[in-house]
């Protein structure tokens, strides 16, 4: 009569080791998100490598790449044109576990550089919007919002001051971001606004006089990550590229 009850056993402890090994691969909670955004005018597709092994591919200029779940911790990172095995740029990478980064590359290809941020979001949500009031005093439905980020990758520019303005207004009289600094990537918090039709102005610092300008960026109620990016030609002059999530 025991033999029914060790045969079940028996065929319990078999189910269990046909269930496979356990994951290799990082586990939830223990890895970190790593993506490639390209700003640069003429470098063509590119690659981002992490030692080693290629986490990002064919990137064109003002695109943003799908993020990598990597291992966090200490790696290389290169930025190569696609297919290529000659590294354009390389830069150290300090990953940490749960929170998400962006290598932006930017400049020409004879001259192009390459730095990581922190993405904000992987650190916390943006701030939140005023307050509206509520839906049923008449008010139309919360709308969703979108997400500003402006970044200096223009190491030859002059002393700039940026402003974040609806399409036709005039300048604020305080600068969206100061300082605005080249490379201060992982400092520079996302702007929150409504849809709309919204204009990133730089003026030269300390004054109103416009010199750069991104032209109308019409954003929708779906919302969004609106990257504005300051950085340079070949020739060290400047230009302004919009990348969109």
């Not at 940490?96 to 020409?108: F, H, N």
Request: charged share 15%; glycine share 10%; with cysteine.
């Amino acid at each position: 009569m025991r033999f029914p009850l060790l045969a079940a056993v028996m065929a319990v402890l078999v189910l269990e080791g046909c269930g496979g090994p356990e994951p290799v691969g990082p586990r939830s909670g223990e890895t970190a998100r790593l993506r490639l955004a390209s700003a640069s005018p003429d470098a063509g597709t590119l690659d981002l490598l992490v030692n080693g092994r290629t986490v990002a591919q064919a990137v064109g200029r003002t695109e943003v790449s799908p993020a990598a779940v990597l291992e966090p911790g200490s790696a290389t990172g290169e930025v190569r044109a696609t297919g290529s095995a000659t590294a354009l740029a390389s830069l150290p990478l300090a990953l940490e576990a749960g929170k998400s980064y962006t290598v932006l590359v930017a400049g020409s290809v004879g001259a192009l550089t390459a730095m990581v941020s922190v993405d904000t979001g992987s650190a916390g949500t943006p701030p939140p919007p005023p307050p509206q009031p509520p839906v049923d005093s008449g008010n139309p439905q919360p709308v969703d919002y979108a997400r500003f980020r402006i970044l200096h990758a223009a190491p030859h520019a002059p002393p700039l001051d940026p402003y974040l303005l609806p399409t036709g207004a005039p300048l604020d009289t305080i600068p969206t971001l100061q300082p605005f600094a080249y490379g201060s990537l992982a400092l520079t918090a996302d702007l929150v606004r409504q849809p709309g039709h919204w204009t990133v102005e730089f003026t030269e610092a300390g004054t109103t006089r416009i010199v750069l300008t991104s032209g109308d960026l019409n954003v929708s109620a779906a919302g969004g990550l609106i990257t504005v990016v300051l950085g340079e030609n070949a020739d060290q002059s400047l230009r302004v590229d919009v990348l969109r999530e």
